[in-house]
């Protein structure tokens, strides 16, 4: 089966961090920009930021500049996300998204290929 599977949220206080993980199960991650989205109930997906190909990391949002980090492992199969300095805003449903542009990421969602089913992420006190 195809899919993307998120991992890493939980429960964390304020100015605290998380690393969230997107494994690829069933193809290749190699081939893919993976763009990081949340949602919060109510609310449409947003795009929080993304990396490509080539590993470079586009598209962040302000909200988070200078706070979030996305990595990839290719040999691992996996896209990582790390949060620092969360704050209570940044709670939210967050999901890996993989597009098949390979120098951008389109902030559409149709335009991405496979989606996982999300991970909770809760920064209170």
């Known amino acids: 089966q195809l899919q993307l599977v998120e991992s890493g949220g939980g429960l964390v206080q304020p100015g605290g961090s998380l690393r969230l993980s997107c494994v690829a199960s069933?193809?290749?991650?190699?081939?893919?920009?993976v763009g990081w989205f949340r949602q919060v109930p109510g609310k449409e997906r947003q795009g929080v930021t993304c990396?490509?190909?080539?590993?470079?990391?586009?598209e962040t949002a302000n909200s988070v500049k200078g706070r979030f980090t996305v990595s990839r492992d290719n040999a691992k199969n996996t896209v990582y996300l790390q949060m620092n300095n969360l704050n209570p805003e940044d709670t939210a449903l967050y999901y890996c998204?993989?597009?098949?542009?390979?120098?951008?990421?389109?902030?559409?969602?149709?335009?991405?290929?496979?989606w996982g089913q999300g991970t909770q992420v809760t920064v209170s006190s």
């Open positions: 998204g993989a597009t098949t542009y390979a120098s951008m990421c389109p902030w559409s969602l149709y335009d991405y290929a496979y």
């Open positions: 069933g193809f290749s991650l190699e081939g893919y920009s």
């Open positions: 990396i490509t190909i080539s590993g470079d990391m586009r």
